[in-house]
């Protein structure tokens, strides 16, 4: 676009539908497209292949986020592949490298087909039912048993195992709603989390403060002195 050098203002640009998409094809041709992380690798300066590289291994967390919060398998399981071959080139991933393709395989190729479907549609749900606020179903149970576990104990003493497991545990989500009601009558606010990026005018400029001054693209590259 050719205002790199620009100041961002609050006030947004508009552009025609047919200009910001040809932006969009030539930003994937020039930097996403595989033919663009090759030349990039057989340049002579490696800033543009490292950023090249490090784009596409953070795309594949965006994509996996969204992917998880849409409840989007098809869209998981891809990522997932591709994570199978980069945690065997890194370092410190242990269980990750073993049990990741572990768990791809059962889930493709080892398990039977209707079993395979039952337990791919069931590792994401959304617990209010809300559309894209699907979550892993063990970080909904993880935060099931904060909950129960909060509870039980500021129950003081007396607890036994058998209540904790007759009454508090098949009930804690009544619990929950009783616990946030409490807050709200004695004016306390419940802030239910839901993370959302939002990338300011001010942290753009930042980044591309920081982009021209590294130079990541390697758009300012010195003089190569001939041999003699």
Request: hydrophobic content about 35%; proline content about 4%; glycine content about 4%.
């Amino acid at each position: 676009m050719k205002n790199e050098t620009e100041m961002l203002g609050d006030e947004l640009v508009t552009l025609p539908t047919e200009r910001w998409n040809a932006i969009v094809n030539e930003c994937y041709e020039r930097f996403c497209s595989p033919h663009a992380r090759r030349t990039a690798a057989q340049a002579n300066y490696p800033q543009l292949s490292n950023t090249l590289i490090m784009l596409h291994d953070f795309s594949s967390v965006v994509e996996a986020k969204r992917s998880m919060k849409a409840g989007d398998v098809g869209r998981l399981m891809n990522v997932w592949k591709k994570w199978c071959l980069m945690t065997q080139g890194l370092t410190g991933l242990t269980n990750y490298s073993s049990y990741l393709p572990r768990m791809v395989l059962q889930l493709t190729h080892i398990l039977p087909p209707a079993l395979q479907k039952y337990l791919c549609h069931n590792m994401l749900f959304s617990p209010t039912g809300r559309k894209n606020h699907f979550v892993a179903k063990d970080h909904w149970l993880e935060t099931q048993n904060y909950s129960l576990k909060f509870l039980f104990n500021q129950t003081g003493n007396g607890t036994s195992w058998d209540r904790l497991r007759d009454i508090f545990s098949v009930n804690i989500e009544l619990l929950q709603s009783m616990f946030q009601s409490l807050k709200t009558d004695c004016g306390a606010s419940v802030i239910h989390q839901s993370h959302k990026n939002e990338l300011t005018s001010r942290s753009l400029d930042m980044f591309m403060q920081m982009a021209n001054n590294r130079d990541i693209l390697a758009q300012k590259l010195p003089k190569q002195t001939p041999i003699s």
